[in-house]
């Protein structure tokens, strides 16, 4: 029963260069989340997706930043033009949105990327 | 003020101690609470779960929300050194599985 899947586990990238971030949620889970874990601080809301829409992205930096969840393949968590201000973990978590019965089902994360920015 | 604080440790304690986790809010909209472990390089793994005021157990842990203080608490009983991580606190205003808001979590170390 695999969990949530990140790749790659460590990502370097030198300033003015892309990032890409990928998640893979677990099986039968459609709600992804990304988080933001900077040195020294706790976990930021970056943005909620269902398949193919965004549903909360107040967390999102206003540029250079982008998210998708396609209706195939994996979550992916763009980053352009990488300063080295966005040297931190990037974790992605996902739910399957609600049970059976309409309860709210909690987030299950994963290991994280960790982005170094040179 | 943050939305959400954290007692900032790291604690230490020795192994069989019961462990007091406490975090505090500002936001009264928040109904939904929840700890997760967090170990060295790992992603956050869930803990507990509850929804408004009030106790919940699973095992050695116990989970109280006071929401008329703003005060929740993880209790560990029996701690083990495999209880060593950090453990961060999350609430939600509309559920589980929407925007969480974290402490930056405590540091704890079980010493056997």
């Known amino acids: 029963n695999a969990g949530v899947m990140q790749n790659p586990r460590h990502l370097v990238r030198r300033r003015g260069q892309e990032a890409r971030l990928r998640c893979s949620p677990m099986?039968?889970?459609?709600?992804v989340y990304w988080y933001r874990q900077l040195p020294e601080e706790g976990l930021k809301f970056m943005v909620y997706?269902?398949?193919?829409?965004?549903?909360?992205e107040s967390g999102m930096p206003k540029e250079r930043f982008s998210a998708e969840f396609p209706k195939e393949g994996p979550s992916i968590l763009r980053i352009q033009q990488v300063v080295r201000g966005d040297s931190a973990a990037y974790f992605c978590?996902?739910?399957?949105?609600?049970?059976?019965?309409?309860?709210?089902?909690?987030?299950?994360f994963g290991d994280g990327t960790r982005l170094s920015i040179l | 003020q943050k939305e959400v604080e954290q007692d900032p440790g790291p604690l230490s304690v020795p192994e069989g101690a019961i462990v007091s986790l406490n975090c505090t809010y500002s936001?009264?909209?928040?109904?939904?609470f929840m700890w997760y472990r967090q170990y060295s390089r790992k992603g956050p793994e869930l803990l507990m779960y509850?929804?408004?005021?009030g106790n919940k157990e699973d095992g050695r842990f116990t989970a109280q929300v006071d929401k008329s203080s703003k005060y929740i608490s993880l209790f560990i009983r029996d701690s083990q050194p495999s209880d060593s991580a950090t453990y961060l606190c999350?609430?939600?205003?509309?559920?589980?599985?929407?925007?969480?808001?974290f402490g930056k979590g405590i540091t704890l170390s079980v010493r056997p």
């Open positions: 999350a609430m939600s205003i509309t559920g589980a599985n929407s925007k969480l808001t």
């Open positions: 936001n009264s909209a928040f109904q939904y």
């Open positions: 509850t929804y408004s005021s």
């Open positions: 099986k039968g889970h459609s709600h």
């Open positions: 978590a996902s739910s399957p949105g609600l049970s059976p019965t309409g309860g709210k089902q909690p987030q299950h």
């Open positions: 997706l269902q398949k193919e829409n965004i549903i909360d």
